[in-house]
């Protein structure tokens, strides 16, 4: 009878070990939402920009067009105000960049050499890029959901939208708005790069029941 209840006595630990994990949520972790997709660009200094590329980088994505006027939704002001936050930000070694699209076939290299430079973008960090037209529209669509048409003022009406994507190409976080919390944001990078850290050895094994029990962030 002694082995059982050693039996018994490490699947009660190991019960109770994975409940207060589930109560108390020691680790917490951004979802793994999809793997973003397949993008194929061209940035403001005519280098081709991949999301191979990004490949063991923290990538947030914004899109817009260079042609966007008040009311557009604001987003290029909250990716300035990012970069300068992140001049700031530990990134513990992480490598963290911000990716502007445009979806405006209209916009060339010269247009988003512009933007960059209205902005005052250190386009080490801050690259801006656009694509053909029907590779975008599968990218971003299909890929990261994001609507945009045509207005009939020559405009184009979009849902404004950040993307947050880890360096295994994976979205950890979408922001739908055009004025998300920065420091929701900063947070959220943090959040990855501790997992990225982290997950190793044992103490993936942590990261991987964070994901189980759903321990996310409010």
């Not at 936050?85 to 070694?93: A, T």
């Not at 939208?161 to 900063?186: K, M, N």
């Amino acid at each position: 009878m002694k082995p059982l209840y050693v039996l018994y006595g490490v699947v009660g630990a190991t019960v109770l070990s994975l409940s207060a994990f589930a109560i108390f949520q020691p680790i917490k972790v951004l979802p793994r939402m999809n793997l973003a997709p397949a993008l194929t660009l061209v940035d403001q200094s005519w280098a081709l920009l991949t999301n191979e590329d990004m490949r063991g980088k923290i990538a947030l994505y914004n899109f817009t067009y260079t042609r966007c006027v008040s009311p557009c939704p604001p987003t290029t002001d909250v990716m300035r105000t990012l970069q300068a936050q992140l001049n700031q930000f530990d990134s513990q070694g992480y490598a963290v960049r911000l990716v502007t699209i445009s979806f405006d076939e209209r916009d060339s290299t010269q247009d988003l050499q512009r933007l960059a430079q209205q902005v005052n973008a250190d386009t080490t960090r801050w690259k801006f890029a656009t694509g053909e037209k029907e590779k975008l529209k599968y990218a971003l669509g299909g890929g990261f959901n994001l609507y945009y048409a045509a207005a009939p003022d020559g405009g184009i009406t979009f849902d404004p939208l950040f993307v947050l994507v880890d360096g295994w190409g994976i979205v950890r976080a979408e922001y739908r708005t055009a004025s998300p919390a920065i420091e929701r944001i900063l947070r959220d990078v943090q959040l990855v790069i501790g997992e990225a850290r982290n997950s190793v050895g044992a103490g993936r094994y942590a990261y991987e029941a964070a994901h189980l029990f759903l321990c996310y962030p409010k």
